[in-house]
């Protein structure tokens, strides 16, 4: 178990957020020994901000596809250019791969891989993952049994999404983000032992997965330093 003086990497996204997927490299690479992760996902097309699928919608994510494409390798399979982005009318909604997310980390701390799969059935694949069947299929290509992935989803819906939403931006707001994604290191200050956070500029290493985790080694080897 960690101790509950360990730093911490918040990491506060969306699954619908294309940048979010531009640093999905990053968030895998930052699993470092002594540090633990803790993610936020805000609902960006959540509630009144959902979205459906139409030509104006398509003519504004493309570019920005077309560039995280470029800056940072991320695949865009056909299927999602040429699927997906043509299904006029599909519905874009953040919290039903958020509540598949708290149901996969509720089964088996999951949630983090529950995004992983979502974002390549999403951008990759073209599958629409706000909806109920799609993500159950996702769980079971983690391993997830169908029956109690779709119980616990259920629930997330109805109990703990809305919530957790609100929590991730809250989360947002006092870390100084100014959207997703926004990661942010909250670590035990040696000279006061006042936990403080330190938002972390990501941009840098986009498409340098390799540079990012060595950087996060470093600013947590100087936080362990003797001051």
């Not at 077309?66 to 997906?84: C, S, V």
């Amino acid at each position: 178990m960690p101790s509950a003086a360990a730093p911490v990497l918040h990491y506060i996204f969306d699954p619908l957020c294309g940048w979010c997927y531009a640093a999905a490299p990053l968030l895998a690479a930052s699993s470092l020994p002594g540090l633990q992760l803790q993610w936020h996902a805000g609902g960006m097309l959540s509630g009144q901000a959902r979205r459906t699928i139409t030509p104006d919608w398509r003519a504004k994510v493309m570019p920005h596809d077309e560039r995280i494409a470029a800056l940072t390798g991320q695949p865009f399979g056909d299927a999602y250019y040429n699927g997906l982005l043509h299904q006029i009318g599909a519905t874009l909604d953040s919290t039903p791969p958020i509540a598949a997310m708290l149901a996969a980390e509720t089964m088996a701390g999951r949630g983090l891989d529950m995004l992983a799969r979502a974002q390549t059935a999403h951008y990759v694949e073209g599958q629409q993952i706000s909806t109920l069947g799609v993500l159950q299929s996702l769980a079971q290509d983690l391993g997830l049994d169908a029956h109690e992935f779709a119980a616990q989803y259920q629930s997330a819906l109805a109990d703990t999404a809305a919530d957790h939403i609100q929590e991730s931006r809250e989360w947002l707001q006092a870390s100084g983000g100014q959207g997703f994604p926004t990661f942010l290191l909250e670590y035990t200050e040696a000279a006061s032992g006042r936990r403080v956070g330190q938002r972390l500029d990501m941009s840098p290493w986009l498409g340098n997965a390799a540079g990012w985790q060595a950087h996060l080694q470093q600013l947590l080897d100087a936080e362990a330093a003797p001051a």
